[in-house]
């Protein structure tokens, strides 16, 4: 997979699988991503319903090389 518009992969691939809205994106940090392996732990601790979420992105077809 080419390099090209990298973070613009990573940000789309992790608004989608969690339902993120534009500013849940731009606030998380890298604290906030735990890498287990094969998989991905998102916890979005400021949401607009004031109640935090935890998603996970699984491998599927290789996307976590990005990451």
């Known amino acids: ?9 990573v940000g789309l691939i992790l608004g989608i699988a969690g339902a993120c809205r534009t500013d849940e994106l731009v606030n998380l940090t890298v604290d906030d991503i735990e890498d287990v392996g094969s998989s991905l732990i998102v916890k979005i601790p400021n949401t607009k319903t004031k109640i935090p979420r935890i998603f996970v992105v699984t491998d599927v077809g290789n996307k976590l090389e990005l990451f």
């Open 1 to 9: 997979m080419t390099k090209e518009f990298l973070m613009i992969k």
